[in-house]
């Protein structure tokens, strides 16, 4: 399966990506086009308060990962992270 | 000032954007986030519009006649006599309030939530709501909001120590009361009655490991908003049906609900531990 493939069926989920520089990178997946995964680092909370959740508009895509710099990539079990 | 007079924001801005369209970002920055920089200790405007926008508010896009319908509905005045009740009622403290329309692009926003949304702090609450909620929304919205400023108010320590269990039980009183004073079809439609069993299961997995976690730790969002594992708004379901055998068993009023332990509400269900 293509990184691209890999990243589209799993947008939303916990992941973990090991660049080829040997950069590890830990986020959510928050979109995918066929050049670049963008993540969005685990600690959202920012400026706190109770909300109903995350919704996503903004500009904060999070960090743009070329999908040709990836090495490996993993969905993060939720006991492991 | 309690109500802020955001109407007038929302004029401003709908009037300046109509000269210069480009800068609407900054535009929304300047008027809608700059006022209440005083209310986030400094931080600076784009970062507050940043982060309210990740928890509903409007966007800088929103149509003249959106923006015009919903100034019409004068929700200010709805929830001035909202909050003048609730205060009474429940002995709650005074708070900021800022009412703002909700961004109504945003799907899951609209599918799940009917494009209303809040967020609250001991000191402050935004209500964001769609261009034509009913009286009902707009009390279930601001029953839940003010809940949780009349609640953490009361607790005995800072914001930085909110762990997960204070979220789990937050949460589930502020949907009780939804559905107590507001009606069954209201508030987080996620919400499921759950039997002890059910219950049981879905604290031992998600909850019971994590309770002492505080906000900043990944997994607190995790268990409270959800994503596929586990499943969205975990923390909430377990919440409400925590409170709901609370209160079954205690019927004392919300104010006292509102100041009552997180440890005697969980002692209720004691299959929790079994």
Partial sequence: ?81 | MTIHKTDKWIKDFIQQRKQDRVTSTSLHQTIICEPLTDYFHFTPKEVIQEHLWQHGLFSPKISDSDAEKWLKQDYLTKVRVLYHKCRTTWNGPETEIFILPSNEEIKELKEWFNSNAGLSFPDKLFIFLNKQASNREIAALFLHEYSHVCRLNLFPKDEVEYNLLDAIILEGIAEWIVRKKVGKEYGNKRIKELSDNSLQALWKKWAAPHLGITRDHPKHDMIMYGGRRPPKNTGYIIGYNIVKRYMKEQQCSIRTLLGTPNERIVETCSFLHN
């Fill in chain 1, 1 to 81: 399966m293509s990184h691209f493939d890999f990243c589209r069926r799993n947008i939303g989920s916990p992941v973990k990506i090991v660049t080829r520089d040997g950069v590890t990178h830990r986020g959510y997946i928050n979109r995918v086009n066929r050049s670049k995964v963008f993540i969005e680092p685990f600690q959202r909370r920012g400026l706190g308060g109770y909300g109903y959740g995350f919704f996503g508009y903004g500009s904060g895509l999070g960090i743009g990962i070329a999908l040709g710099a990836i090495a490996t990539i993993a969905v993060l079990p939720f006991f492991f992270w």
